[in-house]
């Protein structure tokens, strides 16, 4: 299960969400993330539980920039590869 951790971490499943070092960890191992996945990432996690509006992701992610919705597409499909999840059983969800 997904749960805050002490130390600037996140645990969710199998994964670590480590604040300090902006790197998610599957054990020891770190995933190849890019910057704009990590912290994509690290809004969905931060609002466990919750459906984070696509406004909302893209106003925290992409700040003062006018982007397309469909890059958080890219970016979730990043996430999920890194994460080794499928569409069909997923753990992170936006609207």
Do not use: M
Not at 36 to 63: G, I, M, N
């Amino acid at each position: 299960s997904r749960r805050p951790q002490q130390s600037g971490s996140f645990l969710f499943g199998d994964f670590r969400l480590d604040l300090d070092c902006s790197q998610v960890f599957h054990g020891a191992d770190a995933l190849s993330i890019s910057p704009k996945a990590f912290s994509l990432l690290r809004t969905l996690v931060r609002h466990v539980d919750q459906v984070v509006p696509s406004r909302s992701l893209l106003e925290d992610v992409w700040p003062n920039v006018t982007v397309e919705p469909s890059v958080l597409k890219v970016r979730i499909a990043e996430i999920r590869a890194a994460l080794e999840e499928t569409a069909a059983e997923p753990n992170l969800h936006y609207s």
